[in-house]
């Protein structure tokens, strides 16, 4: 009887790890493709400028200028942009909402997205802009849905067109906005990117 259960204490601790890594590897897994899966098609610049200059209402050589200031400052062509409009306010702190749509090359249709982003700056005043975002490294759309904050010392001026990066998990988004003017300060902050609005920006 002892030797039995010597057998069997011995045999249900062998078979412990492969247990454990059994359970433990689907949680482990992402649910959508990763940096290394790297197979989403890139956009050239002359779509985005095409794009870019309609969703902005600006011409296609100041979208052009843009454009390639981006280019050149992350080496690679993007894999997603977002289309859309936000509103912002600022009094030392400032707070962004937005709203658009998400596009990629591999999507049968646009994707909804919504963000909301807090800022400590030194403007003070509210605007409402149109957005074009460039996406570099997004694989699927819902790696899309974090918190980006953002680079500090990015935000410029090209052509009355803003700039400003932020980064996550490998992931840069370049917002382009227009009609920003001083309200650029607010832009350096952080912001988070939802499927629903969500009020507090946190």
Same mark, same amino acid.
């Given at each position: 009887?002892?030797?039995?259960? &010597?057998?069997?204490? =011995?045999?249900?601790?062998?078979?412990?790890?492969? &247990?454990?890594?059994?359970?433990?590897?689907?949680?482990?897994?992402?649910?959508?493709?990763?940096?290394?899966?790297?197979?989403?098609?890139?956009?050239?610049?002359?779509? &985005?400028?095409?794009?870019?200059?309609?969703?902005? #209402?600006?011409?296609?050589?100041?979208?052009?200028?843009?454009?390639?200031?981006?280019?050149?400052? @992350?080496?690679?062509?993007?894999? /997603?942009?977002? %289309?859309?409009?936000?509103?912002?306010?600022?009094? #030392?702190?400032?707070?962004?909402?937005?709203? !658009?749509?998400?596009?990629?090359?591999?999507?049968? %249709?646009? @994707?909804?997205?919504?963000? @909301?982003?807090?800022?400590? !700056?030194?403007?003070?005043?509210?605007? /409402?802009?149109?957005?074009?975002? *460039?996406?570099?490294?997004?694989?699927?759309?819902?790696?899309?849905?974090?918190?980006?904050?953002?680079?500090? #010392?990015?935000?410029?001026?090209? =052509? !009355?067109? #803003?700039?400003?990066?932020?980064?996550?998990?490998?992931?840069?988004?370049?917002?382009?906005?227009?009609?920003?003017?001083?309200?650029?300060?607010?832009?350096?902050?952080?912001?988070?990117?939802?499927? @629903?609005?969500?009020?507090?920006? *946190?």
């Amino acid at each position: 009887m002892h030797r039995r259960q &010597l057998i069997a204490s =011995g045999l249900a601790v062998a078979g412990l790890p492969a &247990l454990n890594a059994c359970a433990s590897g689907p949680a482990n897994e992402p649910n959508y493709p990763i940096r290394s899966d790297g197979n989403a098609r890139a956009y050239t610049s002359e779509e &985005l400028i095409a794009a870019g200059s309609r969703e902005l #209402g600006i011409a296609a050589e100041a979208m052009g200028g843009i454009i390639e200031r981006i280019f050149a400052d @992350q080496g690679d062509r993007p894999t /997603a942009y977002i %289309a859309g409009e936000e509103a912002a306010g600022a009094a #030392g702190v400032g707070l962004r909402y937005g709203r !658009g749509a998400l596009h990629m090359k591999d999507l049968s %249709a646009s @994707q909804e997205v919504f963000w @909301q982003g807090i800022s400590i !700056g030194w403007d003070v005043g509210g605007n /409402a802009s149109r957005v074009f975002t *460039l996406v570099y490294s997004l694989y699927h759309p819902d790696m899309i849905y974090r918190r980006f904050p953002g680079i500090e #010392g990015s935000a410029y001026l090209v =052509g !009355g067109v #803003g700039v400003n990066y932020q980064r996550a998990d490998g992931i840069t988004l370049a917002p382009v906005r227009t009609g920003v003017g001083l309200r650029l300060g607010a832009n350096v902050g952080t912001m988070a990117y939802s499927r @629903q609005r969500n009020i507090v920006p *946190l």
